[in-house]
């Protein structure tokens, strides 16, 4: 596996970002992932791969369990990003895997003013959406953004890239580095050791690439992506 110190000088390609906790506040899950591990079937994770009501309103073997709304989710994590990015009031925020819309609904509680977009592939997710926010959300696929070049002042996408095979993973990524003007965050499935490997097996339903996190740096560097990232990693 190749190893890639967090950094890559400008000699070696693009400056990779930085790898940074920015999801700290974010409530810590209590998930069964033995359960998970030993009772999934090829049925559940087809279910869950279509991103309908089975993956986020249905049962803890296709999904979320149930996605709903609380201010406890987000309401640090965005006023994180905004102290961390330095955002201005009127900044242009996309969130690509939006789902519900929860985070975005939460930035615009912070900053009213801001122009906040999100994009989702899932039909039902859109259906869903916390209804102040809806009207911001559109529907597409995460490896091809209907944006500007440099139209965003942050691009966010949590736990979403994954979802993509390797190549449209890289397209997505590039996709991201694309429409963001300067600041990007991913947070994407990943482990360190086989301990963690085993875990993300057990837990994994639709993910489709899941990998190292040095394979996941050397695929930052390979398609040009130089926003910042952190790890999904399952406990
Ligand atoms: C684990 S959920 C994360 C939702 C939200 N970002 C959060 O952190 O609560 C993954 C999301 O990615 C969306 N998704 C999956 N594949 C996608 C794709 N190719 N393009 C855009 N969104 C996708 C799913 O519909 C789902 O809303």
Redesign the pocket.
Known sequence: MMKLDSRVGEADGPTLGQEINLMDCYPKANRPITERGQKSTAEHIALAAQ?GKD??DGSRLTGYGG?HYHPRFWTDTVRRFRHHYDLADDARIL?????KG??LHDFGLLMPKADLVG????EY?LAHAKPEVADNLLL????SLPFEDKSFDLVI????IH??EPD?CEM?LAEIARVSKQHAFVMVDAWHNDEEKQRMTDWNLQARTVQHVDDWKSMFARCGYTGDYWWFIAT
């Open positions: 991103f993956y986020f996605y969130d690509v895997g939006c789902a929860f985070m994009l989702d592939i899932s997710a597409g696929n995460a490896r996408s949590i736990n979403t979802n993509l449209e997505a």
